[in-house]
């Protein structure tokens, strides 16, 4: 069966008469001029693969990763010296502007035969956060998840609206486990109000995030590019990597899924640890819109709880918090599935919940709650809170003894007591397990 081909750019379409001319392999069924017209006609199921001539178009992840929703594998053509540190893009087949016909035929058809092999994983966890999915299937499918490249874990700290101190517990999490010597990479992807930067007084920060975004667009994506656009901050005697947020809510589009996943990976080889700081929304609106490709305000949210392989469900303490708590739980449940969130409640005390708050909660939640249990408590300490985010840094330096910061550690699985790890120490806790190396921690 002859496989249907569009081309894009003049290099491309020069390619016409000779794949014609084959009879058999493929058949270009449509010359575009320009980036949206080769969209459009990939969406409606008009070919299989595309032709891209050399600069027709700037190749990015987020391009091959949503014309793979739509069935259609890229092949390129170089310019026939490539760079060997030039970015190379998943998912691309690059071949020779000089290649011959029946040659470019055999790229089309083995890019497309390599597409269908892999049909079965290629839409992994991370096929939540793309509009076409949600339109075609609104069930999860059973399948399997593909093993991270990096060793190291992500934790996603997220929670619902209204403020339940979700980027309080990231620091502090993230602190915590920088002082007891492992490597933590400290992520803030909230797209509606970023605040990592401003909380450890990083006043001149330059959207850290949205920049390694851009660059993982273009392929290439490594530990070592990242740890250069991350900022390091010391932490009681450790080091802690900070890869701050956007500057302002309407930057959005930048914080695209397919980069975010590109820096996700390049975070595993880079800490041992990351920490991301995620937005509180995850309603799929968008998906009412005729352009199924436009990007999504939560699609960034949606990927952080995709690829975490530890997700933190931090809710306030109080009449109004647990009732949405309860609420964004069963939302999590319909977006992201394979999510297992940890439940904390923040900011319990006894003027808002009664004699004996965390009994009281305790005794709420199983009534009305989820089948999962509450997990921790973290009582409320606004003057340690407040004193922590005037000086710019973690409760740990600031308010050692806080009632706040040892359970905080506690969640982190690090003795509070304890400095330092010694000797490698490991640290575990339920299903979280964390093992550093010192010499990995930077200086």
């Known amino acids: ?243 701050t947020g956007i500057t302002r809510p309407d930057r959005w589009p930048e914080l695209r899924p397919a980069a975010l996943s590109q820096v996700f990976s390049a975070a595993r080889a880079l800490a041992e640890v990351t920490v991301v700081d995620c937005g509180f929304c995850l309603e799929a609106d968008e998906e009412l819109s005729f352009d199924t490709l436009a990007p999504r305000r939560n699609g960034a949210a949606l990927r952080c709880l995709e690829v975490a392989d530890t997700v933190i469900a931090v809710g306030s303490a109080d009449a109004i918090g647990v009732p949405r708590m309860v609420k964004a739980l069963s939302e999590l449940a319909d977006m992201v599935p394979t999510a297992v969130p940890r439940i904390v409640f923040n900011r319990v005390r006894a003027a808002a919940v009664g004699r004996g708050p965390e009994t009281q909660l305790r005794e709420a939640w199983e009534r009305f709650g989820p089948a999962s249990a509450v997990e921790a408590f973290l009582p409320a300490d606004a003057s340690a809170a407040d004193q922590a985010l005037l000086a710019g840094t973690a409760l740990l330096e600031t308010s050692p003894a806080s009632p706040l910061r040892l359970a905080i550690a506690g969640l982190a699985g690090v003795p509070a007591a304890e400095g330092r790890r010694r000797g490698g120490r490991v640290f575990r806790r339920r299903d979280v397990k964390f093992q550093g190396n010192p010499d990995r921690v930077q200086r």
């Open 1 to 243: 069966m002859s496989i249907p081909v569009i081309t894009l750019g003049a290099t491309a379409s020069a390619y016409v008469p000779g794949l014609e001319q084959l009879r058999g392999p493929v058949t270009v069924v449509r010359r575009c001029e320009d980036l949206p017209e080769l969209i459009a006609a990939c969406q409606t199921g008009l070919a299989r693969a595309v032709v891209i001539g050399h600069g027709a178009a700037d190749l990015t992840a987020s391009l091959v990763d949503r014309l793979a929703y739509s069935g259609v594998v890229v092949v390129s053509l170089d310019d026939g010296s490539p760079d060997p540190d030039a970015p190379v893009v998943d998912g691309v087949e690059y071949v020779e502007s000089s290649i011959a016909p029946s040659a470019l035929a055999e790229a089309v058809t083995r890019a497309v035969e390599r597409f269908d092999a892999t049909s079965s994983v290629r839409r992994t966890s991370h096929a939540y956060a793309d509009p076409m999915n949600l339109l075609a299937d609104p069930v999860a499918p059973a399948v399997e998840i593909a093993e991270p490249t990096g060793e190291g874990r992500i934790i996603a700290i997220w929670g619902p609206t209204g403020a339940p101190g979700r980027t309080t517990v990231a620091i502090n999490i993230a602190a915590e486990l920088a002082a007891a010597g492992v490597s933590v990479l400290l992520v803030d992807a909230d797209s509606y109000g970023a605040s990592i930067g401003a909380s450890l007084g990083l006043l001149d920060e330059s959207a850290g995030l949205a920049q390694a975004c851009r660059i993982a667009d273009q392929g290439g994506f490594s530990g070592t590019a990242l740890g250069r656009i991350s900022i390091s901050v010391a932490i009681k005697g450790g080091r802690l990597r900070v890869l």
